[in-house]
């Protein structure tokens, strides 16, 4: 069946850092990719997607490419701000029916 | 664009009792809702999968008898926790999809408190 791994967490990273959030999937057929982002105590919210290879998700000074030949689809921002501190999921999802599979989230902590 | 409410977003019920979960997608129609519950170590698990006018397909593992779907209109679709028990206690989220898209957007979540 289809399935995310994301790298454990917590990441702790100084203001202005550069991130990199690792995400591989495994998977029937061409999925979409997606990365949602999670406040304390709020639901989630999509930052980016990517429906076909090579496509480059990006929003709000974070990106993301999928990569085909490596199953992948990492998570990077230039220069993080305390307010990106969240819990991040990177997902995949065919259409219809099919339910969207999460990885089990990153949480990101940034200090100033 | 693309927002959904949840609703409520705290509920504290007593053991035995049921309660209701509301999801609305405001501004799009939901073909298809997803229902999620989330766990303390933040892990998200699916419980199920529901289109407007059929009944919903549930996880194995999930009592549907227990967790009531409805999904009547193409903007709303709610979950009852019928005579809740403490360990019913956690975070539940709703993800409303139209139908030729692929993502999910989803509500506010709704954090249960079964005392």
Excluded at chain 1, 18 to 39: D, E, H, K, M, R
Aim: charged letters at 20%; a positive charge.
């Amino acid at each position: 069946g289809n399935s995310v791994t994301q790298m454990e967490g917590p990441v702790t990273l100084s203001e202005e850092a550069f991130l990199t959030i690792n995400c591989t999937y495994t998977a029937t057929g061409y999925p979409s990719l997606f990365w949602y982002v999670q406040y304390p105590g709020e639901g989630l919210q999509l930052l980016l997607k990517a429906t076909k290879a090579d496509d480059k998700g990006s929003n709000k000074g974070f990106e993301a490419t999928y990569r085909k030949e490596t199953t992948s689809f990492h998570l990077e921002k230039g220069s993080v701000q305390v307010s990106d501190s969240a819990v991040y999921f990177c997902a995949l999802s065919g259409r219809g029916n099919t339910p969207l599979v999460f990885g089990k989230g990153t949480r990101l902590s940034v200090i100033a | 664009g693309a927002v959904v409410s949840q609703h409520p977003s705290r509920v504290i019920c007593k053991s035995g009792t049921s309660v209701k979960i509301e999801c609305r997608s405001l501004d799009f129609q939901a073909t298809t809702m997803f229902w999620y519950r989330q766990f303390p170590k933040q892990s998200l698990m699916l419980m199920a999968t529901s289109n407007e006018g059929s009944k919903a397909t549930y996880e194995q593992g999930v009592e549907k008898d227990k967790f009531l779907i409805n999904h009547a209109s193409l903007t709303l679709s709610t979950l009852t926790v019928t005579s809740a028990h403490p360990e019913d206690s956690s975070f539940y989220i709703c993800g409303g999809r139209v139908r030729t898209g692929t993502e999910a957007f989803f509500g506010q979540g709704t954090r249960l408190t079964v005392v």
